[in-house]
């Protein structure tokens, strides 16, 4: 077993900008007049050295990102590489803070855009995708609430989450119970990047707090036995990002990933890219790195997709209709 490309996947943890192709994102500056050369390699690639820089060049591209028509145009193109890769359905975060600048009325119009792009890749490409609206940590709760307004204002069939990503240091989770609140009573479903840059007690305080029934990444539960049985006895779900965690340095490699061993503890896990380009890495690669690194075969593959399937937020016609 070692070409996975047309392994039927999906694909929980995925930011929909994070996603976009270096010469997309290349395209749009020079069109628009924008000098982002300082962001990429010699080779074109997205170039940063750790988390915080990331995160710095993770914005930067997102400011030629202007227009519905741009959202449109960079979700076909993110839809596309998922389906060459046998995902059949993607859970994206969408972030009106890099989109509309949080303008909840903008918002819909690029919400609109996406959801266009999104009927027209299911018809061409056979892949389903689903929105789960996105605050930024390091722009602060009072932002956060806006982002929540955003989401509850579009919570419907294809708006269908709600999460915390960003700067994991940033603040607490507690300040951000407000916007959870209004998301969940807006039927979405939830998650937060908890457990990526600080430890158990950040997963802790994601599922306290903010009541989540997934982790975006939240591998750093590994470092407290009590916490890895609590999250097998709730099922709990992890959106682990091997890939992502390896290049960011969380971990030194794969073998180091303690993706395998929360498997092992009964922990319900599912597999992303994260932001594929910067992390060099697609689902293929991603299921790959697993079969090498922990002998991963067909049951183990097979676990992935039933997770999935259990922990998206789609709705159960959708959800059988992909059984
Ligand atoms: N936004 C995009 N990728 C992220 C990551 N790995 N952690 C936190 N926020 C992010
Ligand atoms: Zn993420």
């Known amino acids: 077993m070692n070409d996975f490309t047309n392994l039927p996947k999906l694909e929980l943890h995925l930011h929909l900008e994070g996603a976009a192709p270096p010469a997309f994102i290349r395209g749009l500056a020079q069109r628009k007049g924008v000098d982002l050369s300082g962001i990429f390699d010699e080779q074109g690639a997205y170039k940063y050295k750790g988390f915080v820089d990331f995160l710095r060049v993770y914005e930067a591209a997102c400011t030629v990102l202007t227009t519905p028509q741009d959202f449109h145009d960079l979700t076909l193109a993110v839809l596309e590489q998922s389906a060459a890769h ?22 819909r119009d690029y919400m609109a855009a996406i959801q266009t792009a999104a009927q027209t890749a299911e018809a061409q490409m056979g892949v389903t995708l689903r929105g789960c609206i996105t605050c930024i940590r390091h722009f602060g709760p009072e932002q956060a609430r806006i982002i929540a307004r955003c989401a509850q204002e579009t ?13 994991e240091n940033a603040g607490e989770l507690a300040d951000f119970i407000y916007s959870f609140d209004a998301a969940r009573e807006a039927g979405l479903g939830l998650t937060a990047h908890a457990g990526e840059w600080r430890g158990p007690d950040e997963v802790r305080a994601a599922l306290k707090h903010l009541r989540v029934s997934r982790i975006g990444h939240g591998v750093r539960a590994i470092d407290d036995p009590a916490l890895v049985d609590h999250l097998a006895e709730t099922g709990t779900v992890l959106e682990v990002c091997p890939g992502s965690n390896v290049v960011l340095g969380v971990y030194p490699d794969l073998r180091a990933h303690p993706v395998e061993k929360l498997r092992a ?15 060099h890495t697609d689902m293929s690669a991603e299921y790959a790195g697993l079969h090498r690194a922990f002998g991963w075969e067909q049951p183990e593959f097979d676990a992935l997709a039933q997770t999935g399937l259990r922990a998206a937020f789609c709705d159960d016609s959708t959800r059988a209709r992909l059984a």
């Open 155 to 167: 919570a419907g069939d294809f708006i269908t989450g709600f999460g915390i990503a960003g700067d």
């Open 265 to 279: 503890a009964g922990v319900a896990i599912t597999v992303s890219t994260d932001d594929p380009p910067f992390f």
């Open 86 to 107: 046998g995902v059949i359905y993607s859970e994206a975060f969408l972030s009106p803070d890099f989109c509309g600048g949080g303008d909840l009325l903008a918002w």
